[in-house]
């Protein structure tokens, strides 16, 4: 199992619009990501689908919406549609019904993934772009 990295470079994304001082186009962010300027791009669309950015007009950059105060790490996962709700754990398909463990192990895993997927995501909820923020210009001074 593992989380999209759209997930962490939209985090990324959305720090380095924060943090720089300068104008932040996709290919000064894809420098630092170290990735295609057209993936920056692209993650930078979906963030401003969600409202948490907006991009100037002929190659100005972007820039946030709200405040890093405002904006949670669940608001930044749900924004690159990293998982549907539920989802974030595939359960095997087309185990053996005539063995007990086969028959009834997708079922019982449906009782407690789904649980665990929301616990996650209480914890995402209790973070903000703030945080990440602070961290990031907190490791810059020592």
């Not at 295609?36 to 007009?57: F, Q, T």
């Not at 669940?74 to 095997?92: G, P, R, S, T, W």
């Amino acid at each position: 199992m593992q989380i999209s990295s759209r997930f962490t470079v939209a985090i990324h994304i959305l720090a380095a619009l924060e943090i720089s001082n300068d104008v932040c186009t996709s290919e000064v962010i894809a420098g630092s990501i170290q990735n295609n300027p057209v993936v920056v791009r692209r993650i930078i669309g979906m963030l401003k689908k969600a409202e948490l950015v907006d991009v100037n007009s002929g190659g100005g950059g972007a820039y946030l919406l709200k405040p890093v105060e405002d904006i949670t790490l669940f608001d930044v996962y749900k924004a690159v549609d990293v998982v549907e709700d539920e989802k974030l754990f595939q359960i095997h398909e087309n185990t053996n019904q005539e063995c007990i463990i086969g028959a009834n192990i997708q079922d019982v895993l449906m009782l407690m993934l789904p649980k665990a997927q929301s616990a996650m995501e209480e914890v995402l909820k209790s973070y903000t772009m703030a945080d990440i923020v602070a961290g990031i210009l907190e490791k810059k001074l020592n």
